[in-house]
Protein backbone atom coordinates (compact mmCIF):
# COMPACT_ATOMS: atom_id res chain seq x y z
CA UNK A 1 0.00 0.00 0.00
CA UNK A 2 2.62 2.84 0.91
CA UNK A 3 4.90 1.22 -2.43
CA UNK A 4 6.31 4.39 -4.03
CA UNK A 5 4.92 4.49 -7.42
CA UNK A 6 7.28 4.31 -9.29
CA UNK A 7 9.05 1.48 -7.65
CA UNK A 8 5.68 -1.06 -7.94
CA UNK A 9 7.06 -2.78 -10.99
CA UNK A 10 11.18 -2.97 -9.60
CA UNK A 11 11.87 -6.51 -10.24
CA UNK A 12 14.03 -5.63 -6.58
CA UNK A 13 12.86 -3.89 -3.88
CA UNK A 14 14.95 -0.49 -3.18
CA UNK A 15 17.14 -0.28 -0.13
CA UNK A 16 16.83 1.30 3.01
CA UNK A 17 17.48 1.59 6.32
CA UNK A 18 16.39 -1.82 7.50
CA UNK A 19 17.77 -3.79 4.38
CA UNK A 20 21.06 -1.68 4.74
CA UNK A 21 20.95 -2.88 9.01
CA UNK A 22 19.72 -6.72 7.65
CA UNK A 23 23.12 -6.73 5.48
CA UNK A 24 25.13 -6.39 8.69
CA UNK A 25 23.63 -8.85 10.44
CA UNK A 26 24.24 -11.35 7.45
CA UNK A 27 27.40 -10.55 6.79
CA UNK A 28 27.03 -9.19 3.58
CA UNK A 29 29.11 -5.95 2.90
CA UNK A 30 27.77 -2.95 1.52
CA UNK A 31 28.87 -1.58 -1.66
CA UNK A 32 28.65 2.35 -1.95
CA UNK A 33 30.01 4.72 -3.90
CA UNK A 34 29.70 8.67 -4.62
CA UNK A 35 27.46 10.05 -7.63
CA UNK A 36 26.83 13.33 -8.43
CA UNK A 37 25.22 13.21 -12.02
CA UNK A 38 21.94 11.50 -13.19
CA UNK A 39 24.12 9.20 -16.08
CA UNK A 40 26.81 7.73 -13.15
CA UNK A 41 23.99 7.50 -10.73
CA UNK A 42 22.33 4.92 -13.27
CA UNK A 43 25.26 3.37 -13.72
CA UNK A 44 26.08 2.73 -10.31
CA UNK A 45 22.93 1.74 -9.97
CA UNK A 46 23.07 -0.91 -12.81
CA UNK A 47 25.86 -1.85 -11.10
CA UNK A 48 24.48 -2.74 -7.94
CA UNK A 49 25.64 -0.39 -5.74
CA UNK A 50 23.21 -0.17 -2.40
CA UNK A 51 24.51 3.34 -1.36
CA UNK A 52 24.67 5.99 -3.47
CA UNK A 53 26.51 9.23 -1.76
CA UNK A 54 26.37 12.91 -3.21
CA UNK A 55 29.35 13.94 -1.34
CA UNK A 56 30.60 17.34 -0.79
CA UNK A 57 33.64 15.54 -2.51
CA UNK A 58 32.25 16.90 -5.58
CA UNK A 59 33.63 20.52 -4.46
CA UNK A 60 37.34 18.85 -6.25
CA UNK A 61 36.32 16.51 -8.08
CA UNK A 62 33.20 17.81 -10.06
CA UNK A 63 34.13 21.66 -9.00
CA UNK A 64 37.97 21.85 -9.10
CA UNK A 65 38.63 23.16 -5.85
CA UNK A 66 41.35 22.01 -3.11
CA UNK A 67 39.14 20.79 -0.16
CA UNK A 68 35.34 20.24 0.34
CA UNK A 69 35.13 23.27 2.45
CA UNK A 70 33.53 26.01 -0.16
CA UNK A 71 30.74 23.10 -0.75
CA UNK A 72 27.24 24.81 -0.58
CA UNK A 73 23.64 23.28 0.68
CA UNK A 74 22.43 24.71 -2.65
CA UNK A 75 25.25 22.62 -4.54
CA UNK A 76 24.64 19.31 -3.10
CA UNK A 77 20.32 19.45 -3.60
CA UNK A 78 20.99 20.47 -7.77
CA UNK A 79 23.33 17.32 -7.57
CA UNK A 80 21.34 14.93 -5.29
CA UNK A 81 18.35 15.62 -7.34
CA UNK A 82 20.41 15.02 -10.98
CA UNK A 83 21.29 11.80 -8.70
CA UNK A 84 18.02 10.70 -7.69
CA UNK A 85 16.68 10.63 -11.45
CA UNK A 86 19.37 8.06 -12.33
CA UNK A 87 18.90 5.92 -9.04
CA UNK A 88 16.02 2.31 -9.51
CA UNK A 89 17.21 0.26 -6.17
CA UNK A 90 19.96 2.20 -4.61
CA UNK A 91 19.70 4.44 -1.20
CA UNK A 92 20.35 8.04 -1.49
CA UNK A 93 22.40 9.77 1.05
CA UNK A 94 23.50 13.11 0.74
CA UNK A 95 26.54 15.04 2.83
CA UNK A 96 25.76 18.24 4.64
CA UNK A 97 28.09 20.46 3.67
CA UNK A 98 30.95 22.28 5.82
CA UNK A 99 28.77 25.23 8.53
CA UNK A 100 25.71 23.91 7.41
CA UNK A 101 24.80 22.13 10.80
CA UNK A 102 25.82 24.43 13.01
CA UNK A 103 23.18 24.05 15.72
CA UNK A 104 20.39 21.27 15.83
CA UNK A 105 17.64 23.76 14.31
CA UNK A 106 20.27 24.73 11.88
CA UNK A 107 20.83 21.63 10.93
CA UNK A 108 17.61 20.15 10.51
CA UNK A 109 16.44 23.11 8.50
CA UNK A 110 19.33 21.74 6.10
CA UNK A 111 18.63 18.27 6.47
CA UNK A 112 15.05 19.28 5.54
CA UNK A 113 15.84 21.03 2.29
CA UNK A 114 18.19 18.43 1.61
CA UNK A 115 15.07 15.89 1.80
CA UNK A 116 12.42 18.05 0.10
CA UNK A 117 14.44 20.15 -2.51
CA UNK A 118 17.50 17.07 -3.04
CA UNK A 119 15.39 13.59 -2.42
CA UNK A 120 17.85 12.85 -0.30
CA UNK A 121 16.98 9.50 1.75
CA UNK A 122 19.46 10.25 4.47
CA UNK A 123 21.83 12.71 5.56
CA UNK A 124 25.33 12.70 6.29
CA UNK A 125 27.44 14.92 8.41
CA UNK A 126 31.27 15.16 10.19
CA UNK A 127 32.10 14.88 13.56
CA UNK A 128 32.46 12.96 16.62
CA UNK A 129 30.85 12.95 20.41
CA UNK A 130 30.57 16.75 19.59
CA UNK A 131 27.91 16.56 17.23
CA UNK A 132 26.01 14.31 19.45
CA UNK A 133 23.01 16.84 19.98
CA UNK A 134 22.11 17.08 16.35
CA UNK A 135 22.35 13.88 15.37
CA UNK A 136 20.03 13.53 18.44
CA UNK A 137 17.62 16.43 16.96
CA UNK A 138 18.02 15.13 13.63
CA UNK A 139 17.02 11.26 14.89
CA UNK A 140 13.77 13.26 17.16
CA UNK A 141 12.51 14.07 14.06
CA UNK A 142 13.05 10.91 12.04
CA UNK A 143 15.79 12.18 9.65
CA UNK A 144 18.07 9.00 9.02
CA UNK A 145 21.92 10.14 9.64
CA UNK A 146 24.85 9.24 8.83
CA UNK A 147 27.84 9.95 11.36
CA UNK A 148 31.50 10.37 9.24
CA UNK A 149 34.58 9.76 11.73
CA UNK A 150 37.68 9.15 11.23
CA UNK A 151 39.65 12.28 8.62
CA UNK A 152 37.00 14.30 8.92
CA UNK A 153 37.85 16.71 5.13
CA UNK A 154 35.68 19.41 5.86
CA UNK A 155 38.41 20.29 9.33
CA UNK A 156 41.04 19.94 7.23
CA UNK A 157 42.75 23.55 7.47
CA UNK A 158 41.95 22.68 11.13
CA UNK A 159 43.37 18.67 11.39
CA UNK A 160 46.76 20.48 9.25
CA UNK A 161 46.31 17.84 6.15
CA UNK A 162 44.48 14.60 4.54
CA UNK A 163 46.07 12.25 7.29
CA UNK A 164 45.15 8.93 8.86
CA UNK A 165 43.13 9.09 11.98
CA UNK A 166 43.37 6.85 15.53
CA UNK A 167 46.70 6.12 15.02
CA UNK A 168 47.48 6.61 18.99
CA UNK A 169 45.49 4.44 21.36
CA UNK A 170 43.80 7.77 23.07
CA UNK A 171 42.67 8.35 19.66
CA UNK A 172 41.50 5.02 19.22
CA UNK A 173 39.35 4.73 22.13
CA UNK A 174 38.37 8.16 22.10
CA UNK A 175 37.00 7.35 18.27
CA UNK A 176 35.45 4.31 20.02
CA UNK A 177 33.78 5.91 22.69
CA UNK A 178 32.52 8.72 19.66
CA UNK A 179 31.22 5.73 17.47
CA UNK A 180 29.18 4.40 20.38
CA UNK A 181 27.82 7.62 21.41
CA UNK A 182 26.66 8.55 18.18
CA UNK A 183 24.80 5.67 17.70
CA UNK A 184 22.72 5.76 21.16
CA UNK A 185 22.58 10.01 19.43
CA UNK A 186 20.40 7.82 16.98
CA UNK A 187 22.57 7.55 14.13
CA UNK A 188 21.60 4.87 11.66
CA UNK A 189 24.90 4.57 10.06
CA UNK A 190 28.66 5.73 10.57
CA UNK A 191 31.31 6.37 7.87
CA UNK A 192 34.74 5.85 9.09
CA UNK A 193 37.47 7.77 6.78
CA UNK A 194 41.21 6.99 7.29
CA UNK A 195 41.91 5.03 10.38
CA UNK A 196 44.18 2.09 11.23
CA UNK A 197 42.21 -1.80 10.60
CA UNK A 198 42.55 -2.61 13.71
CA UNK A 199 40.16 0.78 14.37
CA UNK A 200 37.77 -0.34 11.94
CA UNK A 201 37.37 -3.58 13.37
CA UNK A 202 36.63 -2.35 16.52
CA UNK A 203 34.54 0.09 15.63
CA UNK A 204 32.51 -2.58 13.99
CA UNK A 205 32.03 -4.75 16.90
CA UNK A 206 31.35 -1.54 19.02
CA UNK A 207 27.97 -1.29 17.79
CA UNK A 208 24.97 -2.42 16.04
CA UNK A 209 24.51 -0.29 12.43
CA UNK A 210 26.46 -0.70 9.40
CA UNK A 211 29.96 0.85 9.48
CA UNK A 212 31.02 2.04 6.28
CA UNK A 213 34.47 2.46 5.63
CA UNK A 214 36.74 4.36 2.99
CA UNK A 215 40.66 3.43 4.37
CA UNK A 216 39.27 2.03 7.16
CA UNK A 217 40.43 -2.11 6.04
CA UNK A 218 38.44 -5.07 5.51
CA UNK A 219 36.56 -5.50 8.48
CA UNK A 220 34.01 -3.27 8.07
CA UNK A 221 30.40 -3.44 6.73
CA UNK A 222 31.02 -2.07 3.69
CA UNK A 223 33.06 0.47 1.54
CA UNK A 224 32.56 3.41 -0.37
CA UNK A 225 34.83 5.24 -2.97
CA UNK A 226 34.58 8.49 -4.56
CA UNK A 227 33.62 7.65 -8.37
CA UNK A 228 35.78 9.74 -10.26
CA UNK A 229 38.77 8.47 -8.34
CA UNK A 230 37.69 4.34 -8.65
CA UNK A 231 37.49 5.16 -12.24
CA UNK A 232 41.21 6.49 -12.88
CA UNK A 233 39.50 9.91 -13.88
CA UNK A 234 41.19 11.98 -11.19
CA UNK A 235 44.61 12.96 -12.05
CA UNK A 236 47.61 13.71 -9.36
CA UNK A 237 48.29 11.66 -6.14
CA UNK A 238 45.49 9.59 -4.95
CA UNK A 239 44.94 8.06 -1.42
CA UNK A 240 46.44 4.66 -0.78
CA UNK A 241 42.84 3.25 -0.44
CA UNK A 242 41.96 3.86 -4.00
CA UNK A 243 41.70 1.18 -6.72
CA UNK A 244 41.65 2.07 -9.91
CA UNK A 245 38.84 -0.49 -11.62
CA UNK A 246 39.17 0.61 -15.10
CA UNK A 247 42.71 -1.15 -15.39
CA UNK A 248 41.68 -4.39 -17.14
CA UNK A 249 37.96 -3.33 -17.61
CA UNK A 250 36.60 -2.55 -20.78
CA UNK A 251 34.19 0.15 -19.54
CA UNK A 252 33.01 2.30 -16.92
CA UNK A 253 29.79 0.24 -16.15
CA UNK A 254 32.28 -3.29 -16.35
CA UNK A 255 34.61 -1.39 -13.67
CA UNK A 256 31.70 -0.60 -11.39
CA UNK A 257 30.27 -4.02 -11.49
CA UNK A 258 33.98 -5.04 -10.73
CA UNK A 259 34.43 -2.70 -7.98
CA UNK A 260 30.82 -4.22 -6.30
CA UNK A 261 31.98 -7.37 -7.23
CA UNK A 262 35.24 -7.00 -5.56
CA UNK A 263 33.29 -5.55 -2.40
CA UNK A 264 31.17 -8.19 -1.83
CA UNK A 265 33.73 -10.81 -2.52
CA UNK A 266 35.64 -8.77 -0.06
CA UNK A 267 38.80 -8.58 -2.39
CA UNK A 268 38.59 -4.97 -1.90
CA UNK A 269 40.54 -3.67 0.04
CA UNK A 270 43.58 -5.44 0.00
CA UNK A 271 46.48 -5.12 2.05
CA UNK A 272 48.00 -2.30 0.09
CA UNK A 273 44.54 -0.06 0.55
CA UNK A 274 44.59 -0.01 4.24
CA UNK A 275 46.67 1.58 7.24
CA UNK A 276 48.23 0.23 10.34
O1 LIG B 1 32.25 13.54 0.19
C1 LIG B 1 32.52 12.35 -0.01
O2 LIG B 1 32.62 11.87 -1.14
C2 LIG B 1 32.73 11.51 1.15
C3 LIG B 1 33.45 10.22 0.89
C4 LIG B 1 34.90 10.45 1.05
C5 LIG B 1 32.95 9.15 1.75
O3 LIG B 1 32.41 11.86 2.23
Known amino acids: MYKQLQQRDMAEAPVNVSSLRAMKDRGEPIACLTAYDASFAQLVDRAGADIVLVG ?8 GHDTTVPVTVQDIIYHSRAVRRGLGRAFLMADMPFMSYTTPVH ?6 RLMQEGAAMMVKLEGGASQVGIVEHLAQHDIPVCAHLGLRPQSVHKIGGFKVQGRGQAQAEQMLEDAVALEQAGADILLLECVPNELGQAVRHAVTVPVIGIGAGPDVDGQILVLYDMLGITQGRLPRFVRNFMTNNASPLEALQAYVLAVKDRSYPAPEHCFS
Open 107 to 112: ALDNAV
Open 56 to 63: DSLGMVIQ
